[in-house]
């Protein structure tokens, strides 16, 4: 059990046993005493379980975490929690980076550039318990001022948020100040280009080999990435009996079953792949390996002599175009597979709308037609109103026996309201039309509702000329205001 106690001066200090049977006392300082029985009973729970040998319950090891450096340092000077280590962000960001030793050479490469710059920005004695999400967002900003663009934003502070959630992780720090800050990498319209196939033959013309031609032909028809996919390419996997060629993709050989694809043998692309005469362990494209060939600004300079504008990421918009032309042919999931990513990648970077789509979509309808004017199939195919209602029997029972209802009819009330009313058709209201009769013959057979399209609640009943069925607005009509033959009542009979 622990004491609490009270100083002559107001100072309140807690003495316990700790496990090497040794008094200790812990000074609180001029603290109100419902404080500092709380720090006291925290007390007895840490010395509790550090004589039962066990680490604090939850409650407590929450309590030990939410303590500021000066209450942790007291209780690591009785003995009772670990020291904190107080490591600098410096130092920690490049150990971090050193020991990534599971990453490519070139993430490695791009996450020390990121502990230099974390380094730089925060200086080399900061320890990493300092920094708030406030610091992060002055980091952000840093960045952005130094005119980088939103992706390499994006990317530079998500390794950032990489390192310090290792921190956490190593119980360095409680929580990570760049948790809240927005990492994922955006889709940039500004630089979409959709690559078409007169560009492309005209790049295709200009380049100065075989091997650029097989580069460019690799990426705007195979959708390879480049470089990263050309360097292990080899004759071997040009597989032209089966129309397939074998791709071994680096850049996600850590997801699974995504180290490797097939990609088919399209026709464009063939004509540019003959393993003829080649050995299967030669690489299709030895340029791509030579680490000191910059294939960007050549590219660029072939664009060019080509009398072409170099467009924004040369490459990487040749690939997407090749997946846009794809998408519009196969199925989703089967495009994908052959370039190697996923759905939702795809729509957010590479799938394009184009100048095709537009001319596809306005080739559906007649732009020569008046406006205003419906087209023949949106028009109304109900007959019109005063159409006698031997049409609708012809188009039902077709033409035969026709000659002998002819001279056999019975009239019927046509659906009119009654005299004086006024009817409200298509939201408009008509002026009080007379009743009048309309002839119906007596049909050889009875119209099925499947085959003809008279107006709801007008069906005339054969077997019952007296009666007729009400259209909507008899609906609660009075025995003055309906036709002969008509039910009254508030809720009409049918029939």
Sequence with gaps: MASLSTDPSGGRRIQFTGPDRKRRTLRLGKVPKKSAEQVKGMVERLNAAKLAGHAPDDH???????????????????????????????????DYAAGRTDLKDATRTHLARSADSLAGFFGPAIPLRDVTAADADRYRR?????????NTVRREVGRAKQIFTAAVRAELIDRNPFADQKVQVRGNPDKFRFVTRDEIDRVLATCPDDEWRRIVALARFGGLRVVSELVPLRWGDVDVAAGKLHVTSPKTAHHEGGGSRDVPLFPELREHLDPTGRSPADQVVPRAADGGTNLGTQFKRIIKAAGLEPWPKPFHNLRATRQTELANEFPEHVVCSWIGNSAAVAREHYLRVTDDHFKQAAGGADLNAPKGEEAPEDRD????RDQPNEAILENACGAEGDAESDAQTTHFPTPQAAAGDSVVRHGRKQPPQPQRLTPFPAATCRPSPSTTNPRLGFEPRLTEPESVVLPLHYR??????????????????IG
Aim: glycine share 12%.
């Design 142 to 150: 840093s960045l952005l001022a130094t005119g980088k663009e939103q």
């Design 381 to 384: 195919e109900d007959p019109p």
């Design 60 to 94: 407590t090891a929450r309590w030990i975490a939410g303590l500021d450096r000066a209450m942790h340092d007291k209780l690591a000077a009785v003995g009772l929690v670990a020291q904190r280590t107080s490591a600098t962000v410096a130092d920690f960001a490049a």
């Design 476 to 493: 609660g009509t009075t025995a003055a205001a309906a036709p002969r033959g008509a039910p009254t009542g508030g809720a009409g009979r």
